[in-house]
């Protein structure tokens, strides 16, 4: 696996092992999967939890996992705690759409505060519709 994913990379030229990644790392099979292939492959990143909290004791357990495998693996890991109830009656929006927004804004703050050269997110082939959204976010923040 770890092969496909460097000649994928290579061969796409997504980024270097030069660059500063920034990796959603939620705590979910796919995320937890591509920390691994990037540190053994040597890659300079650094990982982003966020906790919505939305499901009580099981959004926390999924924090405590997130720090943890950073302790673990020493990585460095950033984290926020989101008030995603507040945001949805504020904004009037889906919870789903609000954590969306909350994340990615957030993403968007660390890249330009610590100067990520790309933010990495991993998804199942039926999650095409967050990296849309992460594309048109930065488009806007590159065109602001």
């Known amino acids: 696996m770890q092969d496909k994913l460097k000649?994928?990379?290579?061969?796409?030229?997504?980024?270097?092992?030069?660059?500063?990644l920034l990796l959603a790392f939620s705590g979910g099979v796919d995320s937890v999967?591509?920390?691994i292939l990037l540190k053994e492959g040597g890659y300079n990143f650094e990982l982003a939890h966020c906790n919505f909290k939305l499901r009580g004791k099981e959004s926390d357990a999924d924090e405590k996992f997130c720090i943890d495998f950073?302790?673990?693996?020493?990585?460095?890991?950033?984290?926020?705690?989101?008030?995603?109830?507040?945001?949805?009656?504020?904004?009037?929006?889906?919870?789903?759409?609000?954590a969306r927004e909350l994340r990615y804004t957030w993403f968007m703050e660390l890249a330009k505060k610590n100067k990520y050269d790309f933010i990495l997110t991993a998804h199942h082939a039926s999650d095409n519709i967050e990296t849309l959204l992460i594309n048109l976010i930065r488009e806007q923040e590159l065109t602001d």
């Open 7 to 20: 000649l994928y990379i290579s061969k796409n030229g997504l980024f270097t092992k030069t660059d500063k």
């Open 33 to 35: 999967v591509l920390a």
């Open 70 to 98: 950073a302790k673990k693996n020493k990585l460095k890991i950033h984290n926020k705690r989101f008030k995603t109830k507040d945001f949805v009656k504020n904004t009037k929006t889906s919870v789903q759409m609000a």
